[in-house]
């Protein structure tokens, strides 16, 4: 009865969330969440540091993926010190290599890419295992450890979405790009953006026009390999749970770069479609040389885990820190006056 709570709830969660994402993120307002005044400057007016919805949808993602992994961990029997160790020790290559290999590929140095940040912590998530047993002196359920880290990725990566529908990255070829077939299958189903400080505005010119909504399709098709995966961890079905949420996750990323308008780097298959291809050669192997874990399930004491008063001052220190790495604006600013309403004194 646990799981299926469990299970509805994320599922109610999203299934109310999404539409309304969808219908609203794409307009002007949902891009900056707050104009903070820094610098005064010779006119009287202030230079601000722009605050994003992108970093505010980011920082929930992160939460979210943080949490599943916490309460699948503890349900296994790894201890809450273990699995945040571990999550820690992903995070710490996961966020630089979001912004390095942007750099690298895309030569942009103030943008982020998920699609790098979730290839290296994809590599190193059983290294981090490996290194927290160490630090730990006891040994933990790596496959179940490793399965727990994939559903909750799957999760990440579908709210995470959010964030790019609110800033306009990430976006979709336009709708003029299909046949007619093409056209009617998506029908409404589409996304005009509006703001030309959203990305799609002022790198593509594309706001405005109807464009295929691939963060919308990106978010359902990866929440529910999650909801998949979390099933499947339930049975103590490690191994199907770990592919399941990553081939579907990968698998995806790699045929959704053909329906993006966005610049991806040069070539026929750009270089996060070879990322994919090697996480999906990467993930089976490790699965298939792992040794089985037969173990059960204990989703109430996951979640009693998650329930602690010290788990969720943790939850909300990450959420804050994730939230001024991704939500402070570097390729937009704004300028904002301050005045006393005369009428009101």
């Not at 970093?55 to 916490?70: D, E, H, R």
């Not at 409404?188 to 706001?207: C, H, M, N, P, Q």
């Amino acid at each position: 009865m646990t799981a299926i709570l469990f299970l509805a709830t994320l599922t109610l969660i999203l299934s109310l969330l999404f539409p309304w994402a969808f219908r609203t993120l794409p307009g002007e307002k949902w891009q900056i969440m707050a104009a903070v005044p820094v610098q005064k400057e010779d006119s009287g007016l202030w230079s601000g540091l722009n605050l994003t919805w992108y970093g505010f949808f980011s920082a929930c993602a992160y939460v979210l993926a943080a949490a599943v992994t916490i309460v699948l961990m503890a349900s296994v029997g790894v201890s809450t010190a273990e699995a945040l160790l571990t999550l820690v020790s992903v995070l710490l290559v996961c966020a630089p290599a979001a912004r390095i290999l942007a750099r690298l590929i895309e030569g942009k140095r103030h943008t982020f890419t998920v699609g790098g940040a979730s290839f290296a912590g994809i590599l190193i998530a059983p290294f981090a295992i490996r290194f927290v047993e160490a630090a730990m002196g006891r040994p933990m359920p790596l496959m179940p450890a490793i399965a727990a880290m994939a559903v909750a990725y799957a999760f990440g990566e579908g709210l995470g979405r959010l964030a790019c529908v609110s800033f306009g990255c990430c976006y979709g070829r336009p709708l003029t790009d299909f046949g007619p077939a093409v056209r009617r299958l998506l029908g409404r189903r589409v996304f005009v953006f509006s703001g030309k400080t959203k990305k799609i505005a002022y790198e593509s010119g594309l706001d405005g026009r109807e464009v295929v909504p691939v963060q919308a399709f990106s978010a359902v098709i990866n929440s529910a390999a999650g909801l998949a995966g979390t099933v499947l961890f339930v049975l103590s079905r490690f191994e199907a749970a770990l592919l399941v949420a990553v081939v579907v996750t990968q698998a995806w990323r790699f045929l959704s770069e053909f329906l993006r308008a966005d610049f991806r780097g040069h070539g026929r298959l750009t270089a996060y479609q070879i990322m994919n291809v090697v996480t999906l050669l990467y993930v089976p192997l490790v699965a298939a040389i792992l040794p089985a874990a037969p173990r059960a399930v204990d989703l109430e004491a996951g979640l009693a885990a998650l329930w602690d008063p010290s788990m969720i001052l943790m939850l909300q220190s990450l959420w804050t820190l994730s939230f001024l790495y991704t939500g402070r604006s570097r390729v937009t600013g704004s300028t904002v006056e301050v005045f006393v309403h005369r009428d009101r004194i």
